[in-house]
């Protein structure tokens, strides 16, 4: 993935905040509102105390004072809305960006998601976009209205007196210098502190949803030293990032201390020099100091934050700004035009370029024909299925669907003409109909029970506590492998494809009920072109093709009695499966 600058996430996140424009107006409107009556009501506090010096209690002293009132009421309630306003635009935001980073990952390449742990893109859903949206909270709540309170202070000292003013000018940049110092710091070690969450996060998804192999392998001990050792680099990145930003507050708080002791011995000597500055305006001078200052320290604290924010977001904005796989087909295949003659014309490929798995492949699959594809593991199968379907581009060479290239079509339209059952099961959370029904949302119910019918899943089903209506929690935990794998099986049978790709289907389900699938899978692939990936050879042997693969090359194809008599590959594999099954 493309590695962002600060400053590119900064535009990024400028952009997308911007596509919220009435909830940014409001939320300018009120930073506006709640600056200016901040700056305003030092002038009043100055305007009371000059009256009380000068007059004592007066209509005008009590004129100012409700004026006061006022505005502290005023800036109560726009402080308080302000907050809500940031939060709508900011979960809004953060929203509309979960949003789309789930849609981008159903965009990219099957190769960018195999490169990826699942921890490591849960983390940047979840704990990245969070932390996220809790810097941006502070920057609304602090940094804007912190920055505009500087400039509006400045402004107002100016006012007042310029010589006072020129030297906080002067003395105040320090603050920022330490900031800066520390935040540059803070930032590469906030970068680390993110990258080490994400591979803790991946651990920890491990560990639970690999709970039964990592105890059959008494792999508890390797695991949880290595979740050790994720915990120690992040617990470690993570103590040195915020020491360092923790410096920032103190050092700040410090060296405004100081110039607000000195501004005060400044003012407090002009006034006994007779200059024409009042105790009230020292007064109210020494506040817009504070209302000048106090932001920085605000800022300096919130630049830890961003700092964090930004690695956060330089991840989840990583991924946005990830290649598509782009779509090269025009025209939409429909299911009338297929018949299922399938040709592979010199294909090469290769998950890494530099080493070709499959070279210069050729073979000619007729309509109708159920093919078997068999060879030891690595010899690239699934490879084949993965072309087959294009979930990976080819090298060279090109793929024909009834005498026409497969990349002349939509990808969405030419996977609508396969039905595929994997080894591994999926099962979302949601009802058995929802599972069965996942490839055709408009299925009734009546066509849902004959799919599981006829994968012989009707019987276990039945006698789930609501049948059909039984919720499955946690991708179907509750059922075994092979009830699982069935209910996947019947989602192929509603879908009804015009192309089948078994990819070793029945390899979780027991023996007798494999016969009973095998059945119905021969009622399924009539009249359709079908791929088979078995790892039990007994199930294959009345295959029309069978291909042995070797290496990424087919060696062998035939029937089971062609290739039986050549002695060959297969003729060794079926004397080995034999042995071993004794």
Same mark, same amino acid.
């Given at each position: 993935m493309k590695r962002q600058t600060a400053n590119q996430t900064l535009k990024r996140l400028a952009i997308d905040l911007a596509s919220h424009p009435f909830?940014?107006?409001?939320?300018?409107?009120?930073?506006?509102?709640?600056?200016?009556?901040?700056?305003?009501?030092?002038?009043?506090?100055?305007?009371?105390?000059?009256?009380? %010096?000068?007059? =004592?209690?007066?209509?005008? @002293?009590? /004129?100012? #004072? &409700?004026?006061?009132? $006022?505005?502290?009421?005023?800036?109560?309630?726009?402080?308080?809305?302000?907050?809500?306003?940031?939060?709508?635009?900011?979960?809004?935001?953060?929203?509309?960006?979960?949003?789309?980073?789930?849609?981008?990952?159903?965009?990219?390449?099957?190769?960018?998601?195999?490169?990826?742990?699942?921890?490591?893109?849960?983390?940047?859903?979840?704990?990245?976009?969070?932390? %996220?949206?809790? =810097?941006?909270?502070?920057? @609304?709540? /602090?940094? #804007? &209205?912190?920055?505009? $309170?500087?400039?509006?202070?400045?402004?107002?000292?100016?006012?007042?007196?310029?010589?006072?003013?020129?030297?906080?000018?002067?003395?105040?940049?320090?603050?920022?210098?330490?900031?800066?110092?520390?935040?540059?710091?803070?930032?590469?070690?906030?970068?680390?502190?993110?990258?080490?969450?994400?591979?803790?996060?991946?651990?920890?998804?491990?560990?639970?949803?690999?709970?039964?192999?990592?105890?059959?392998?008494?792999?508890?001990?390797? #695991? &949880?030293?290595?979740?050790?050792?994720?915990?120690?680099?992040?617990?470690?990145?993570?103590?040195?990032?915020?020491?360092?930003?923790?410096?920032?507050?103190?050092?700040?708080?410090?060296?405004?201390?100081?110039?607000?002791?000195?501004?005060?011995?400044?003012?407090?000597?002009?006034?006994?020099?007779?200059s024409t500055l009042t105790i009230g305006r020292l007064v109210t001078f020494l506040n817009y100091v504070q209302q000048y200052t106090k932001p920085f320290n605000d800022i300096s604290s919130v630049l830890a934050e961003l700092q964090s924010a930004l690695a956060c977001a330089e991840r989840v904005y990583a991924v946005l700004e990830s290649t598509e796989v782009a779509e090269t087909g025009k025209e939409i295949l429909t299911s009338d035009q297929v018949k299922g003659a399938i040709s592979f014309k010199h294909v090469s490929f290769g998950y890494n370029p530099e080493r070709i798995l499959i070279k210069d492949l050729s073979i000619d699959i007729p309509a109708g024909s159920k093919v078997a594809i068999v060879g030891p593991t690595g010899a690239g199968k699934s490879t084949l299925i993965n072309l087959l379907m294009r979930f990976y581009p080819i090298n060279s060479g090109d793929i024909l669907l009834d005498g026409r290239s497969i990349y002349n079509y939509t990808r969405a339209s030419l996977r609508q003409q396969f039905g595929m059952v994997l080894q591994e099961t999926w099962l979302k959370q949601g009802t058995v109909h929802d599972n069965i029904a996942f490839g055709n949302p408009d299925a009734s119910r009546e066509q849902v029970i004959a799919a599981a019918k006829a994968a012989n899943a009707d019987f276990f089903i039945q006698q789930l506590p609501q049948g059909y209506d039984t919720k499955l929690e946690n991708a179907g935990e509750s059922l075994s492998v092979g009830q699982a794998q069935l209910l996947t099986i019947a989602r192929v049978f509603l879908a009804i494809p015009k192309i089948l790709i078994l990819d070793e289907a029945t390899s979780s389900i027991d023996t007798r009920t494999e016969v009973l699938v095998q059945d119905a899978f021969a009622k399924l692939m009539k009249g359709r072109t079908s791929f088979i990936i078995a790892h039990r050879l007994s199930t294959i042997q009345d295959a029309d093709l069978i291909l042995v693969l070797v290496d990424g090359d087919i060696v062998e194809h035939g029937n089971h009695q062609d290739l039986m008599t050549r002695k060959g590959k297969y003729y060794q594999m079926q004397k080995a499966s034999a042995f071993s099954s004794e």
């Open positions: 909830l940014l107006f409001l939320a300018f409107l009120g930073t506006i509102a709640q600056v200016g009556l901040s700056i305003y009501l030092p002038i009043l506090i100055g305007q009371v105390i000059d009256q009380v %010096l000068v007059s =004592g209690s007066s209509p005008v @002293f009590w /004129q100012i #004072f &409700i004026q006061m009132i $006022m505005v502290v009421i005023g800036n109560t309630l726009v402080q308080w809305a302000n907050p809500l306003l940031y939060n709508r635009l900011i979960f809004s935001y953060t929203r509309d960006l979960r949003e789309r980073i789930i849609h981008k990952l159903h965009c990219l390449p099957i190769a960018f998601v195999d490169r990826q742990g699942s921890g490591e893109m849960v983390s940047r859903v979840t704990t990245d976009i969070e932390q %996220l949206a809790a =810097g941006l909270t502070m920057i @609304f709540n /602090q940094f #804007f &209205i912190g920055v505009l $309170m500087i400039l509006v202070s400045i402004l107002a000292m100016l006012q007042i007196h310029l010589l006072m003013t020129l030297l906080v000018l002067l003395l105040t940049p320090l603050s920022m210098v330490i900031s800066r110092f520390i935040a540059k710091r803070s930032y590469h070690l906030f970068q680390k502190q993110t990258e080490t969450r994400g591979i803790q996060t991946q651990l920890i998804e491990e560990s639970l949803s690999q709970q039964t192999i990592i105890q059959s392998f008494n792999a508890q001990t390797e #695991f &949880i030293q290595r979740l050790h050792e994720a915990n120690a680099n992040y617990a470690g990145y993570s103590q040195s990032a915020i020491f360092y930003s923790s410096t920032v507050n103190p050092s700040t708080r410090f060296v405004n201390a100081l110039i607000y002791a000195l501004l005060a011995g400044v003012g407090a000597y002009r006034i006994m020099m007779g």
